[in-house]
């Protein structure tokens, strides 16, 4: 700013192509980006540098109309050449301006929203340019095969789910919540059958059921993590820490009492209609109706009256609820059905556990509830019942598969895994190769690959 309060218009002929360069170097790859150079602008001066050099023809002796009106302003003829080439060299500022800029926004972006997992590289490698197209397809071919294995893992973890060996389908979701980490669905999934191992066959320790349930907190809590507002998480969470409450001291399984009351209720807010999670609230008020004397003192002193204890009628509300929801669903009926009982109402008690016995079997724990819900209405009709094998079907197959190759002294099939060497952390690369043949030429997950 000069002493007449105007601003010096100044250009740099060399300015504009180093700030281009500068824009599209590596340089722009800083924190910061590209300094942007300070221009200072006036019209007085402006005219002064564009009025320099013109050439001033010679009168005539007989001086034109619009000469003459020249000569009486002190007006000159405009230099086309000299004005062309300051707009030239203006717009040459202008566009390395725009490019600096550009750059410095897109690193602001970078900053606040930085990309996971993402290599450092020049500011102009990130652009997706037509030349990269073959590195882009790559990818996504990756990506696509990467799903669909997945799904093929999920999907043969469901069927193993439903045939009763939980064992199997832990592998299944495990490969395919390793393809793809933050999927939602293969991780609560993983957390389920990583929690019904708790009353599988082979597990017979507190501490290998403390083990699975804590293994399924492990996958609930990155559920959780990967989407809070989904129901899928919560219920997760409210099962492994209610059945891990099961076999703890009195201390902790107060505080996982309560915590698993709060997943209930998150699981509730996050979805009304899942009839998992009014189930859930259900057992929580029947389990804290049957505790003792030493626990409900101890839930006192800890919590006060923000634990209450819960109440058989309660329990019925939920359990009710859940079934009004998911009418085919065996373990709200048998739940129902034993509340009913237990509060002396023996036909509405009969009634649900008529209806569960129609119910598809859809995993370990529903093959269990069936199983007390023949227990019960033999109680009630007062038949003779025998407890039957706890050892699902597909396992007493493979035994009398292996007993019999034993015999005859031929191959003996190969043994399912053991839960625990599931704890230990083995694993049985048959499974994934399967799923991978029958989805189709698809490349393993790594450790699969490695094993």
Same mark, same amino acid.
């Given at each position: 700013?000069?002493?007449?309060?105007?601003?010096?218009?100044?250009?740099?002929?060399?300015?504009p192509?180093?700030?281009?360069?500068?824009?599209i170097?590596?340089?722009?790859?800083?924190?910061?980006?590209?300094?942007?150079?300070?221009?200072?602008?006036?019209? !007085?001066?402006g005219?002064?540098?564009?009025?320099?050099?013109h050439l001033?023809?010679?009168?005539?002796?007989a001086a034109?109309?619009?000469?003459?009106?020249?000569?009486?302003?002190?007006?000159?003829?405009p230099?086309?050449?000299?004005?062309?080439?300051?707009?030239?060299?203006?717009?040459?500022?202008a566009?390395?301006?725009?490019?600096?800029?550009?750059?410095?926004?897109a690193?602001?972006?970078?900053?606040?929203?930085?990309r996971?997992?993402?290599?450092s590289?020049?500011?102009?490698q990130?652009?997706?340019?037509?030349?990269?197209?073959?590195?882009?397809?790559?990818s996504r071919?990756?990506?696509?095969e990467s799903?669909?294995?997945?799904?093929?893992?999920s999907a043969?973890?469901?069927?193993?789910?439903?045939?009763?060996?939980?064992?199997?389908?832990?592998q299944?979701?495990?490969?395919?919540?390793?393809?793809?980490?933050?999927s939602?669905?293969?991780?609560?999934m993983?957390?389920?059958?990583?929690?019904?191992?708790t009353?599988?066959?082979?597990v017979?320790?507190?501490?290998?059921?403390?083990?699975?349930?804590?293994?399924?907190?492990?996958?609930?809590?990155?559920c959780?993590e990967?989407?809070?507002?989904?129901?899928?998480?919560?219920?997760?969470?409210?099962?492994?820490?209610g059945?891990l409450?099961?076999?703890?001291?009195n201390k902790?399984?107060?505080?996982?009492?309560?915590?698993a009351?709060?997943c209930?209720?998150?699981?509730?807010?996050?979805?009304?209609?899942?009839?998992?999670?009014?189930?859930?609230?259900?057992?929580?008020?029947?389990?804290?109706?049957?505790?003792?004397?030493?626990?409900?003192?101890l839930?006192?002193?800890?919590?006060?009256?923000?634990?209450?204890?819960?109440?058989?009628?309660?329990?019925l509300?939920?359990?009710?609820?859940?079934?009004?929801? !998911?009418?085919?669903?065996?373990?709200?009926?048998?739940?129902?059905?034993?509340l009913?009982?237990?509060?002396g109402?023996?036909?509405?008690?009969?009634?649900?556990?008529?209806?569960?016995?129609?119910?598809?079997?859809?995993?370990?724990?529903?093959?269990?509830?069936?199983m007390?819900?023949?227990?019960?209405?033999?109680?009630?009709?007062?038949?003779?019942w025998?407890?039957?094998?706890l050892?699902?079907?597909?396992?007493?197959?493979?035994?009398?598969?292996?007993?019999a190759?034993?015999?005859?002294?031929?191959t003996?099939?190969?043994a399912?895994?053991?839960?625990a !060497?599931?704890?230990?952390?083995?694993r049985q690369?048959?499974?994934?190769?399967?799923v991978?043949?029958?989805?189709?030429?698809?490349?393993?997950?790594?450790?699969?690959?490695?094993?």
């Open positions: 700013m000069d002493g007449g309060g105007q601003t010096e218009f100044i250009l740099d002929r060399g300015g192509r180093r700030l281009l360069l500068a824009s170097s590596d340089a722009s790859a800083h924190k910061g980006g590209v300094r942007l150079p300070r221009l200072e602008s006036s019209l !007085a001066s005219f002064k540098r564009l009025h320099a050099g001033h023809s010679k009168p005539s002796g034109r109309p619009g000469e003459r009106i020249r000569r009486r302003f002190g007006l000159h003829p230099n086309l050449g000299a004005a062309g080439a300051q707009l030239q060299h203006a717009a040459a500022v566009g390395g301006i725009l490019v600096a800029a550009i750059s410095q926004a690193h602001r972006v970078a900053s606040v929203r930085p996971r997992n993402s290599q590289m020049p500011f102009y990130t652009f997706k340019l037509p030349w990269n197209t073959g590195a882009r397809t790559g071919r990756a990506s696509r799903a669909a294995l997945a799904k093929a893992l043969r973890g469901h069927e193993y789910e439903r045939g009763l060996d939980v064992r199997a389908a832990v299944c979701f495990e490969e395919a919540c390793k393809l793809h980490p933050e939602v669905d293969y991780l609560s993983a957390a389920k059958c990583w929690s019904d191992l009353f599988y066959y082979d017979r320790s507190d501490r290998e059921r403390q083990l699975v349930n804590l293994k399924a907190c492990e996958y609930a809590g990155k959780i990967a989407d809070p507002g989904r129901v899928l998480g919560h219920v997760a969470m409210c099962i492994s820490k059945r409450a099961l076999f703890t001291d902790t399984k107060v505080r996982l009492a309560k915590e009351q709060q209930a209720y998150d699981a509730i807010a996050c979805d009304p209609t899942s009839d998992v999670a009014h189930h859930l609230m259900g057992r929580w008020h029947y389990e804290m109706a049957q505790i003792n004397v030493v626990l409900r003192t839930v006192r002193i800890m919590y006060g009256t923000a634990l209450s204890p819960g109440t058989r009628q309660d329990a509300v939920s359990y009710r609820r859940a079934a009004e929801l !998911a009418p085919s669903r065996l373990i709200h009926r048998v739940e129902a059905g034993r009913h009982l237990e509060l109402q023996v036909p509405e008690a009969v009634e649900q556990l008529e209806a569960a016995l129609g119910c598809e079997v859809e995993d370990i724990n529903s093959w269990h509830t069936r007390d819900a023949e227990k019960l209405l033999a109680q009630i009709r007062r038949q003779p025998t407890q039957p094998s050892v699902p079907p597909h396992a007493q197959q493979q035994e009398r598969e292996l007993a190759a034993a015999a005859d002294g031929g003996a099939p190969p399912s895994i053991s839960t !060497a599931l704890l230990s952390g083995h690369p048959e499974i994934v190769r399967e991978m043949l029958a989805a189709g030429n698809l490349q393993p997950p790594t450790s699969a690959a490695a094993a």
